[in-house]
């Protein structure tokens, strides 16, 4: 299974890549599995992740061909 | 109101015409204030008047609220209630534009009021000085018809957030920090709408930083505070927002654009309060 990632705004500076390709020898992964492929960083509910474009979480299962963003939160005004 | 009748009230002869009564000189006046944007097909004379009578609660008058105010002001969004317990500091004056060097020290709302008044005289202005909590929280969303939060801390964006479920008023909600930033529109006022803590769980403190740490490059508040006046503008318009149910990520430092699809999260308990609301 392949999906594509991206990484937004200052994530993309902490991850140090903007977008890649990400490949998973098993039939099935999480988003959560994923941020643990991708990233040192804690997995953390923090971090703000969309697939196709649709807000969800850490525990959404993953299709081959899915894109995914990850983004930081932001609270500044 | 056709373009010749604009045309008409639109030259520079006006001031020298024969004064007829207040209410009409007042009239006169708003259709030149307002006759760029009444040029407009999204905007009829009518749908001023609806701006003028709508009545917005606007949380924090910082980097974020002082574009926000600058727009729904000049705009003619004739009721402002105006929330913020903070002083007008000197590290405020790079982006918080509402406030200016003989504001130093001032609370934010008296000094945004005289910026505001100085722009639109006839304006409508509450002045909330304090940090928004508990029963003068509740009374300030009950009684305006939408709300726009431009705060910078999440205890607040909850509260906020949660009262707004309460009293089922649509929220605008914006925030930005470094170079990027976000803003929704959480239609309250629908049953089945996503809210703020659909989005974002209290609990969680990882990597939420604030523009006083992490710094912030002062145009993209301008960004951000600008979108929430357009978005804010053309809810009272056409009553609905191109934010509804949406998350924009802005990322000035690439000039990159996102939204994404907000759905509502079943375990909601703000959501679940709503839906029990008389």
Known sequence: MKVKVRYFASLRDKIGRSDEQVSFDGASATVSDLWTKVSNIPASDSILVAVNMEYTNM????KDGDEVAFFPPVTGG | MTDASLKAVSTPSIPDEPRT???TELAREQLIRYSRQLRLPDVTAADQQRLLNTRVALIGLGGLGSPTALYLASSGIGHLTLCDGDNVEL????????HSMADLGRNKCDSAQDRLRSINP??????VPEYLAGPVLDTTIASCDLVVDASDNFPTRFAVNASCARHLKPLLSGSVIRMEGQASMFRHDLLHAPCYRCLYSPDEDNLFGSCDGEGILAPVAGIIGTIMATET???V??????LDGQLLQ???RQLNMKLSLLRNDPSCP???ARRTSP
Request: proline letters at 0%; hydrophobic letters at 40%.
């Open chain 1, 59 to 62: 525990n959404h299962k993953l």
């Open chain 2, 21 to 23: 009564t207040a209410k």
């Open chain 2, 91 to 98: 590290s405020n004056l790079h982006r918080q534009l509402l």
């Open chain 2, 122 to 127: 006839v304006l409508s202005i509450t002045k």
């Open chain 2, 233 to 235: 503008l053309k809810f």
């Open chain 2, 237 to 242: 318009l056409t009553g609905q927002s191109s």
């Open chain 2, 250 to 252: 802005v990322d000035a």
């Open chain 2, 270 to 272: 703000t959501c679940a």
